[in-house]
């Protein structure tokens, strides 16, 4: 019988199977993130040819080209895009139960994420209570607008603000009221505000989202003159900030008017620092405050005494700003 012509098609290769190397996988994390070797490498405490060769075996390994080389930088591949989605979160993972190993294994810390305006304005004031009570605790806080994965970090617990639970375990701390407030000698160099519309003689201080943002609306001041049957009305002159602090502090300095979240200056009106205008006109908020303990952490014991610390601290912020606030 004739042999049969060869074939023209080369057989595939056989796929590899061998686990590839944490290493190689760190350098391309860091890597993809950069988008540039040398970036990468300080990054790593490497050099930028150690990082190349770690890279070149990774693609040696997974069988596919995972960066397209550029002369100062380099791209993600489709095959690098869908590596990156499953390698990042995975190391993530590693390295926050590497360092809550290594927490434990020292000193007792608590980690708290939150906001920088609550962080300042309600958190720090009371830690010196918390610290006299638990000195052998450390605290760190990390405040942040972007909202953290419990799951995946080292925080052990958050302290939120929005409309409704953001997860399993979620506890409400309290309620909110918005108040105007201003400082006390700041109104004595005024006449006295009777009505509603009384408070556009003053410069008002707002944030500079209320008119941008559709979930801010409501710490606006037009909202406010509406609420109280105000046809919208200009005061001589407004200051906008981003941060609720910035609010607070601008009327502690006697620049204006301010609409503010009641529980983060209770304090200061308690002290006199502040005095609440129109006390009768507060507005209900639609958002509260909350508390979430991570749910690898909430079972330790110094996680459980700062969150019943805070229960308490919660309780008194309830009872100073009243009923309506629970």
Same mark, same amino acid.
């Given at each position: 019988?004739? !042999?049969?012509p060869?074939? !023209?098609?080369?057989?595939?290769?056989?796929?590899?199977?061998?686990?590839?190397?944490?290493?190689?996988?760190?350098a391309?994390?860091?890597?993809?993130?950069?988008?540039?070797?040398?970036?990468? *490498?300080?990054?790593?405490a490497?050099?930028? &040819?150690? =990082?190349s #060769?770690?890279?070149?075996?990774?693609?040696?390994?997974?069988?596919?080209?995972?960066?397209? $080389?550029? +002369?100062?930088?380099?791209?993600?591949?489709?095959?690098?895009?869908?590596?990156?989605?499953?390698?990042?979160p995975g190391?993530?993972?590693?390295?926050?139960?590497? $360092?809550? @190993?290594?927490?434990?294994?020292?000193?007792?810390s =608590?980690?708290? +994420?939150?906001?920088?305006s609550?962080?300042? /304005?309600?958190?720090?004031?009371? @830690?010196?209570?918390?610290?006299?009570?638990?000195?052998?605790?450390?605290?760190?806080?990390?405040?942040?607008?972007?909202? /953290?994965? /419990?799951?995946?970090?080292?925080?052990?617990?958050?302290? #939120?603000? &929005?409309?409704?639970?953001?997860?399993?375990?979620?506890?409400?701390?309290?309620?909110?009221?918005?108040?105007?407030? *201003?400082?006390?000698?700041?109104?004595? &160099?005024?006449p006295?505000?009777?009505?509603?519309?009384?408070?556009?003689r003053?410069?008002?201080?707002?944030?500079?989202? *209320?008119? $941008?943002?559709?979930?801010?609306?409501?710490?606006?001041?037009? #909202?406010?003159f509406?609420?109280?049957?105000?046809a919208?009305?200009?005061?001589?002159?407004?200051?906008?900030?981003?941060?609720?602090?910035?609010? =607070?502090?601008?009327?502690?300095?006697?620049?204006?008017?301010?609409?503010? $979240?009641?529980p983060?200056?209770?304090?200061?009106?308690?002290?006199?620092?502040?005095?609440?205008?129109?006390?009768?006109?507060? @507005?209900?908020?639609?958002?509260?405050?909350?508390?979430?303990?991570?749910?690898?952490?909430?079972?330790?014991?110094?996680?459980?005494?700062?969150?019943?610390?805070?229960?308490?601290?919660?309780?008194?912020?309830?009872?100073? /700003?009243?009923? +309506?606030? !629970?």
């Amino acid at each position: 019988m004739p !042999s049969s012509p060869p074939s !023209s098609l080369s057989p595939a290769p056989p796929l590899r199977t061998r686990a590839v190397a944490a290493g190689h996988l760190r350098a391309f994390v860091a890597a993809a993130e950069h988008l540039n070797f040398r970036a990468a *490498a300080d990054t790593l405490a490497l050099t930028p &040819s150690a =990082v190349s #060769r770690q890279i070149q075996a990774l693609e040696d390994e997974v069988g596919v080209a995972l960066f397209l $080389r550029h +002369t100062r930088a380099v791209e993600l591949t489709s095959a690098g895009v869908h590596l990156l989605r499953a390698v990042a979160p995975g190391l993530e993972r590693i390295d926050a139960a590497v $360092r809550q @190993l290594r927490q434990t294994a020292g000193r007792k810390s =608590v980690a708290i +994420t939150t906001w920088a305006s609550f962080a300042a /304005m309600w958190l720090i004031p009371r @830690l010196e209570a918390f610290q006299r009570e638990f000195p052998d605790i450390d605290i760190r806080i990390d405040t942040s607008d972007t909202v /953290m994965d /419990m799951e995946t970090t080292d925080v052990d617990l958050a302290l #939120r603000y &929005s409309r409704a639970p953001e997860g399993a375990g979620a506890e409400r701390l309290f309620g909110e009221q918005l108040a105007v407030v *201003a400082s006390p000698w700041l109104l004595r &160099s005024q006449p006295a505000i009777r009505t509603p519309a009384d408070a556009a003689r003053f410069t008002l201080i707002e944030t500079g989202d *209320a008119q $941008r943002l559709p979930q801010l609306a409501w710490l606006g001041w037009q #909202r406010w003159f509406h609420a109280h049957g105000c046809a919208p009305l200009q005061p001589p002159r407004w200051l906008y900030f981003n941060y609720a602090h910035q609010i =607070v502090q601008a009327a502690l300095a006697g620049q204006g008017l301010a609409i503010a $979240r009641l529980p983060l200056v209770a304090d200061a009106l308690a002290s006199g620092d502040l005095v609440e205008v129109l006390p009768a006109h507060r @507005l209900d908020s639609p958002l509260a405050y909350w508390l979430l303990p991570g749910p690898r952490s909430a079972p330790r014991p110094e996680v459980q005494a700062f969150c019943d610390w805070l229960r308490g601290q919660a309780a008194l912020t309830r009872a100073a /700003m009243g009923p +309506t606030s !629970s």
